[in-house]
């Protein structure tokens, strides 16, 4: 029930034109996100105009491409497109019509329609940071999650643990001293998020990944070592979330 | 290598009572630490002045009344005692000497020992959240470990999915909007996080506790249920780590 | 033994042409089935002018078409089947022969031969409820069956707890109270069942599905998750069974 | 807010004495339950009047006694008290003051305040069918609350596959058969469940139990195997939860 | 329904004193085992008169002594109880009355009331092998059941895989060269099943033990490690059932 | 060593040709093997001469066929391939070259090479039954290699639990009766070999299938669920090892 | 910083160019490795001018082909490729360049670029034990690894348990005394291991390899029945990792 | 077969009094150890003289005091008791005798019977490094086996990766870079041994503990993170084998 209707409503009462039982049946009845009860909304609305998320994986090319073409005609600036695959990218392209701008980045399977971010001017610091290579794919989709919705990262790629004075180098340690929350990404052991936060006084978002063989079991000796992380103010999601860390690291970084 | 020390040691090769390539090896040897890595300390070195916390699990009573006094004496103004025996309180009490205050809740089992936490009087707004009555003790630690490290910790117990309306009442869900950060801790199934991400729009530290039986595998269950969350903005701590969640909701809170 | 092979064997003992020994051993041996135990059968019988399953995965799409005609043929209405293979379907279509009708839905993946549910007028009222839109081909599984069945099924798609509202609005609530029994499918973290199971007060069958990555474990999280709901009622099928859903469902809806 | 407090605001409106301003924002933040969804409540006002259930475990003598002083003052005609200690028995006993009757079973740890249920003429025909005798414990939880519920249960124990003769014997199959609802309860491999689901047309709610050892793994496996159950209309809970078949099984048998 | 009574019934058809659709009646109502099934009860039939087996976990010392008593009186000889505690032990000891004679081994548990096994007579070969000493329990409780039964049994103790010398001296090897069935017990990895599987001819029955620490997992690992055994002729049962593998032992050796 | 090479040497001695200490030395040093261990080698040996086993997968169709032939060569009568492909048993056809016979099997994937066993004349009796159809597969590689053995066999296929009555009819139970030996073979929750244990009295090899979905993790609840199977005299072997669970019955049959 | 940079620096504190304050700022931001913690290279240095490794999995084949490359050119005289698809070798084949020499081995999909390692010269003796033939790539990676490392490697392959003859034979039992570290690699039950820890006094690195089927859980099983082995002297490394286990072995033979 | 007794047989044969055909028979019975394999005794040979084990766990006071003493007397110089109880200590404290000399740790359960260990003169280096103070009775027990095997033994406790800095002072890093071989200990989430592996050139062996609590179970969390280590020369033993640890540092250190 929208405030108009309610104004409705109680005019309509106040003018006796509905008597007052008819009107508690009606207030009673009506359904509960049209009472307004805002609250339940604001966590989208602040969203909202800023950027919307599409979870691409199971939806159709087309189905994508409708739902991010009605999402920016909403109003909508930005649409993040997470779990893209390549052919779905290349319809976009081609049919994306009116749409400003689109890019798509094949590491990260990630699509971004409309207004690109502006990765050089994002605000706060948030450094994304990898034990290898190998996990760059979920690196990326936290990093571009998070400079879609405005904020400024830093990446640390390639600093495991089995080479430590990568991540103790002068450059890397400023890095991590600086930042506002830290998203560390690791698969095997996952001791890179341990050892983090060991050095770091701000949130570290841990996300585990599927990379290993083995009885890495597809990122579970991962996941349980950063569970388990002596290391205060380390937290985890699941395996290979990386759209999770990035938007939880932009709420914290934004805060 | 103190700076003191490195100055002496530049004197000696200005003055020329140390030749360069002997200055070179000792500053070489200079163990890490010394070298003044600054912010490898600051972390601490914040921390210090407001709290220090001893893991009581598996310490004597006497090594916590020790390591606490030396503690207090070196400059700590409170000092947090988790997973604390009844026993070891009852020892503390009787041999806290001059040490100015002593209090200790057997519910989450913490002691605090030295300047209390104006729990009234804490920054921000961490809502700690529980599905059952049974996840208290994990809540406590959760919220007592905020409240000394300064933060205002609002309770909101027993508000699991089963009776969704004790969620969705206006003072809790009023509670869930005005918070900077959540702490949901539940067991059993550990819907709440999920439901409560849904509904907030501050990052939520998610708690599974082993409370439940069963097919509950000591809080796997839960577990798995958080990690897995369809919410954004959600992740999640070790099973029972009611400290760590408290420790990283302040993190965050204090932002 | 049928009752007229029992009734000739007493005869010939009455009239002296068996012995006594000799109908001792051939009572003895009768075959368990033949002894008329028809409620072992009653079961069966009782499904029987209803509808007959056939469950597709690995059978050929001719093994599939010949076992729906010989049942059609047996005086079977309708026949289901469940799993099938879009090739299974065009080659069943394309063989039908006097198979009256035949219907093929591609995200269930379920045929059904024969008289059509008549969706419009099944009784009573069974709710299948999904958490996201991925859990739909379980969903129309279990929806299906019980329309063929004989039931009226409503349904309620993508209402999963992240954005509890949905669930909540005035129009899904009506049809959660108003359900004689409720499915609830979900992936992920599984807490639909739970937040159902709180709302409803009917049997709710929960149906973990396979939807998710990572620590989702192929459905492991949502199962464990549903095993241990805290709320009353609810009950567990296999991972993606939808069949085994819909038919409870229609067994507890029709008592 | 009650419905009284409804009808005033709109008075005050209807006579001017409140701006429609001003009432739309207290409506808008009138909290939920008080906005009369009866529904929410339904469920539990349904309940009410027949018996309300604490959960014993892990709550204190104390507790379990005061809670249920205070429900049959409000109004409960009976108390059911899981899981409860011999100790609290025990306490209640000899502290229940007026409290009209109250009896308690060993092996089930089931305590019932109040008026006591009429097991003789209870309603319908709920069997309770165990694989071995150490699965007592957790039948009789189910059998109690049933009967508690207002149901009629026949009690099925020591059928377990192993030997099938016994449950195929014309007495136990005659229950079988006539049964609205069957809870099979097994530990070790829980054939049970599958082999009852075979020969029964009314649903099936199979409860699993940590009886066995070494592979059982506590109930796993038992749980898996139901979980697997090649037969229709088998539906599973919690290991060990002998509470929550019965009271789904009084759901069902009451429909 | 007894061979007597079928008899009875019979004659009084043939006298005429029972008309032929009440013996029908009566004969589809026999409960299953009346019937004669003798098949389903031969397997029973065969063992009586033997040994039957009280499986004592979870029986009060009472409730063994009055099963034992019973069993005795109604023509057992030997009855073999398993997993008997010690007081169970004492308690019968002091109260057997009239029982012929009673012996306990404390390392298996086991206790054997009637008429002693003849050790030193017993037929075929089983030859009962472990890896450690601290498998003895579950090997007495194989060797001792397979005895009772009647079998000839060698014991093979401590001959693990560590120390391989130990089961390729003369005197082991022509131990397990001239088995009629081995029974390997092991803990820890379990590779004494695969060794003995390589060089025997026979059938090998694997038992697993929960002997061992940290990723033995409580027999887990020496469960998974025999049933992939490389080794032809080998099968398992249940971590630490002896009784399981002494019973089968002495149901191949007696083929 | 030979045994004409022991003779030889030992003739060398006793003409003084050589010296006992030499004679020490190469006795010591001939390979264990050589020393002609002839219990080692018996296993061996006693299978020659009847049929040897090529296990099929991860060998190319070429390595097959030479291998084959080579054991052919050799005195080997019968060659059986297990896990051998479709396109391995084309190219063996087109190249057998003088081998007498070779037939495939699609179903179990087995290929016999040499004399084709006779089925018909086996001696015994093994009873190899599935719980369904879908685990025929697994059942026909058990048959087959036990025909090829020399085993009588008989199938008695889709007997699976959810329908006892097809297990219980005279005809099933007979054949279970007379049994020497059984092997059970089901996927899903496994628990035909607790019903086929309990009724039979004879050796039961059960075998778990990877037959089923969700829950079943890959055959891992049919696998806990037979070892913990409440019935004597049933033993495991690993998932899917239909040869293994074939081989032992001929162990056991031919005692 | 290098010694050089160092070297003048201290130069310009004596001459007085540089104040011993700004020199002591930028000695401490000096980054870490700069500061020539020549241990912490010590470790890569000593393995340059030896040999390097790429990690083949996850890279393109040009990718590798760079990378390798670029080491011969800053003096790796040997490359070791691991995990190289058959794909990225023949594109390396075409592509080498000048590249003094590429060899390629299909089995252990192993690459090695420059100067190959001369076999039969290699120091010490590292034996590499199979127990089937399916273990072969995994032994193959880590025998190639360990002789481009310039270790005498003896390979025992096929020997496994089920068969203990073959590896109790001389010639086997000869390399197992003489090794100086044993590498045993076995999938399925993973006794090998074991039972050359008893044979052997030398360390023993046991590789599980994801040979098998069913509950072998792609390695978990030899892994964990490696992991509880009873032989002393026996350590593991992940599944299927022979290029660790290689270069482990060289370690501990080359000290 | 002794030498003296193949010495007589063959003079038999040289002489004629014993037939070649009987000597063959005699031969071929001789126990397989007393074939002179030495070299399946030498390692226990070699560890002869040093010390020998005794495994304290499940055996009684008594026991182990009779297994020491009669090592000792027959030519034992030193007797290492693991897991072993403080009350069996105090047993064999009061009981010696004889012995020379006898010393009880209390952390680590170990006791040491005769020649105490001489740990200043140590030979070569072996560094026991832990995660925290309480994986110290696992270390300890690896320590004092090393010490006890004649090893020199530097502790490095507390360093674990949560606070980088205590690894890399210069004491800590100068102990890592000079060991012979490391033996890492760490629970949670073992992310200890990865750092070592990644700073040191020796062989690592990483022992992951039971300490935790939660997703830790039991040790799993970092046994699977060890095992999954990406730093090279990294294995694995059991969790919390301290003694097999110890035993193969020794072993590598002594090479």
Chains 1, 2, 3, 4, 5, 6, 7, 8 share one sequence.
Do not use: W
Request: hydrophobic share 45%; charged share 25%; glycine share 10%.
């Amino acid at each position: 029930m929208e405030e108009a209707e309610i104004a409705r409503l109680l005019n309509e009462v106040k003018k006796g034109e509905m008597s007052i039982d008819d009107a508690i049946i009606r207030l009673k009845e009506a359904p509960y996100e049209d009472m307004g009860f805002a609250k339940l909304d604001t966590h989208r609305g602040l969203r909202q105009g800023v950027a919307e998320v599409v979870y691409g994986q199971g939806k159709t090319k087309d189905q994508i491409l409708r739902i991010a073409k009605k999402l920016l005609e909403t109003g909508q600036k930005t649409v993040l497109i997470t779990r893209m695959s390549k052919e779905a990218a290349e319809f976009f392209e081609e049919n994306k019509g009116d749409i400003e701008s689109f890019t798509y980045d094949e590491i990260s399977r990630i699509g971004i329609a409309g207004i690109q971010p502006d990765a050089e001017n994002g605000v706060g610091r948030i450094v994304v940071a990898t034990g290898g290579t190998s996990d760059m794919p979920v690196a990326e989709e936290a990093a571009k999650t998070a400079e879609v919705l405005g904020n400024k990262v830093v990446r640390l790629y390639d600093v495991g643990v089995a080479g430590i004075h990568r991540l103790l180098d002068k450059k890397s340690l400023d890095e991590i001293m600086r930042a506002n929350v830290i998203v560390a990404i690791a698969g095997m052991e996952g001791a890179l998020a341990s050892v983090i936060g060991g050095l770091a006084d701000c949130p570290v978002i841990a996300v585990p990944t599927s990379v290993g063989y083995g009885a890495s079991f597809n990122g579970l000796a991962a996941l349980l070592s950063m569970l388990n992380s002596c290391a205060s103010g380390v937290s985890v999601v699941n395996i290979d979330n990386g759209f999770g860390a990035g938007y939880l690291a932009s709420m914290i970084n934004k805060k």
